[in-house]
């Protein structure tokens, strides 16, 4: 049964229709459209305020695990501090210089959206450090490789069930923006066979995930707006916590300038300049070899520092072997009982998934892991074997000492 109070008219339907073919008309040469949107399964388009790559919007949104992002920190877990970027910020802030960039080359922006905001939802709990761990323990026990990109379009295709479109899932498959690049070029992706050749492929070679190419260039702009999203946030939060001060924090010959807001709004518009109406992203060579020196000194400063990584090499590391080793055996063994059931494999936002139950034990123990908080990770391990509980206190620096 229709209601008229949320039912569109024929010629209200034609009004917005229009609209968006106006739109469209405007888009480059170079644009994914919406009507070139690839899906899995049959899918309603019926709906004259939603094109393609605005219902993956709404999909990778609306979902639980988005939630989660907010409880995930970027760089420094172990700080009990209000202005640390976590990876629901993250999201956002890669969107909305995604979507500058997209829109000042006539590209499609809902498309860049939709990359952005689901790119980094598989991330685990503990960042870049929680990933390395959980990588290490899954080819111990599987042989295979864990990277959060490949994860991010499992956990929205397959764990969470979403319908999302291909060059969505592609742009985040190949988002990876650990390796800047001079030139960014589009690298074809026909079907969904052909992005689970990639998956596979990253799931067998370790390193293979940082080679992949987006198949649009609004996955490209994506891919270059994950580093200019971090590449200067990461020294705020490194300023916020005390491992840069006043001094160390400023960068003073670099042509990108000396603050974060300055490397996103001349290195954004140095990459517009050089790629106005071109079949590729590009950025002038002394442009691409500023950014390579803010991310050298990045690694030099921050990622190597204690702050970084001492904690989990301390106590993460032995407490994520130990919950995995424990899940492994409950999946193994069916056993309703435990967490990984009832709070993942059983959970609501899983409901209508029943496929998911046939996965291998490992991926669903490495599911579930990774789909962690940093808080919820902690309080788990210490319900499950409160005679080794790891107080606060030994793990995080307060915010008052």
Not at 67 to 94: E, G, I
Not at 343 to 353: D, I, L, Q
Not at 372 to 391: R, S
Request: include cysteine; charged fraction near 25%; proline fraction near 4%.
């Amino acid at each position: 049964m229709t209601n008229p109070l949320f039912e569109f008219s024929p010629d209200e339907a034609a009004y917005l229709k229009d609209g968006y073919e106006a739109a469209q008309s405007l888009l480059s040469p170079y644009a994914t459209r919406h009507e070139d949107a690839v899906f899995e399964r049959p899918d309603d388009d019926s709906d004259p305020m939603r094109p393609a790559f605005v219902r993956d919007v709404d999909r990778i949104l609306n979902n639980a695990f988005y939630n989660r992002c907010m409880d995930k920190t970027q760089v420094f877990p172990f700080y009990k501090n209000d202005d640390l970027t976590r990876r629901s910020f993250h999201l956002q802030l890669v969107s909305q210089t995604a979507r500058k960039i997209a829109g000042a080359l006539r590209l499609n922006v809902a498309l860049a959206e939709a990359i952005a905001l689901g790119h980094d939802m598989g991330h685990t709990p503990f960042g870049h450090g929680g990933e390395y761990i959980l990588n290490n323990l899954y080819r111990e026990h599987a042989g295979r490789c864990f990277n959060h990109n490949v994860h991010s379009v499992r956990l929205l295709r397959t764990v969470a069930g979403r319908n999302l479109s291909l060059q969505t899932l592609n742009g985040m498959l190949c988002h990876c923006g650990e390796k800047a690049f001079l030139e960014y070029r589009p690298e074809p992706c026909e079907d969904f066979d052909a992005l689970e050749g990639m998956m596979e492929r990253c799931y067998c070679v370790p390193g293979a995930s940082q080679d992949l190419r987006p198949s649009t260039l609004e996955g490209c702009v994506v891919r270059i707006c994950d580093i200019l999203a971090y590449m200067g946030k990461d020294r705020q939060d490194a300023l916020s916590i005390g491992v840069l001060d006043d001094q160390s924090y400023y960068i003073e010959d670099n042509i990108l300038g000396r603050t974060n807001w300055e490397f996103i709004k001349n290195a954004s518009a140095n990459i517009v300049k050089n790629s106005l109406e071109r079949d590729c992203l590009a950025m002038d060579q002394e442009v691409f070899d500023a950014i390579i020196a803010i991310k050298d000194l990045n690694n030099e400063q921050i990622y190597q520092s204690d702050a970084a990584h001492k904690t989990l090499d301390a106590h993460i590391r032995p407490m994520m072997a130990r919950l995995y080793e424990r899940f492994l055996r409950d999946v193994e063994a069916a056993d309703e009982s435990s967490y990984v059931f009832r709070h993942h494999v059983n959970a609501w936002m899983m409901k209508g998934n029943e496929s998911y139950r046939a996965q291998d034990a490992n991926a669903i123990v490495v599911d579930y892991i990774a789909s962690m908080t940093d808080e919820y990770f902690i309080d788990l391990y210490n319900k499950l074997y409160p005679d080794d509980a790891v107080p606060a206190e030994k793990l995080y620096v307060p915010h008052f000492k």
